[in-house]
């Protein structure tokens, strides 16, 4: 399994940005995949996850109403759409994937991972 994440970048207060995590190596039906980030001096921590099969999604309350996450299955592409960002969603942002269909906030149950994104945010 191969994730290649793409669309970081710099942006003002209240912008947008949408990230992209191509998937290839094998059928994801059964998979979820989620977005991670990694701030400055933390810890990664979970953004958001999506079910494969039928796109149902989860998000961390800190981005949960901001934050979008979508897949296009005839592309094998995940999406991460961020709304109204804040300086603190600032970080390097990770795609990951797991072969289980329940989505994990724990970096730790995820088995593949794309390379970061750096998502800067300016107030």
């Known amino acids: 399994v191969q994730l290649q994440a793409s669309g970081g970048g710099l942006v003002q207060t209240g912008g947008s940005l949408r990230l992209s995590c191509a998937a290839s190596?094998?059928?994801?039906?059964?998979?979820?995949m989620a977005w991670f980030r990694q701030p400055p001096g933390k810890d990664r921590e979970f953004v958001g996850g999506?079910?494969?099969?039928?796109?149902?999604?989860y998000y961390a309350d800190s981005v949960k109403g901001r934050f979008t996450i979508s897949r296009d299955n005839a592309l094998n592409t995940v999406y991460l759409q961020m709304n109204s960002l804040k300086p603190e969603d600032t970080a390097v942002y990770y795609c990951?994937?797991?072969?289980?269909?329940?989505?994990?906030?724990?970096?730790?149950?995820?088995?593949?991972w794309g390379q970061g994104t750096q998502v800067t945010v300016s107030s």
């Open positions: 999506i079910r494969w099969s039928e796109g149902s999604t």
């Open positions: 190596g094998r059928t994801f039906s059964s998979y979820s």
């Open positions: 990951a994937a797991r072969g289980f269909t329940v989505i994990h906030t724990s970096p730790s149950s995820y088995n593949y």
